[in-house]
């Protein structure tokens, strides 16, 4: 696990993980310990997220390399 973040009432958690040299992030229901995969993310390395104060979204951001 490279981070994770407690969604503001504690009741999710999100948190990344490096498999092959590339961030997987996965949200975690924190009552139950239930968790799945977030999909539809670029490949590369997440530098961390944050939750909006409402605990509804959180931002993050990714570097990853460029081929022209």
Known sequence: IE???LSPDRS???FGANEAGVSKLYLMDC???NYRAIDN???GVCGGCK???DGTV???SFASA???
């Open 3 to 5: 981070f994770f973040e």
């Open 12 to 14: 999710q958690m999100v």
């Open 31 to 33: 009552a139950s310990g």
């Open 41 to 43: 993310l670029p490949k």
């Open 51 to 53: 939750w909006h104060a």
């Open 58 to 60: 959180f931002a993050t």
């Open 66 to 68: 460029r081929s022209t």
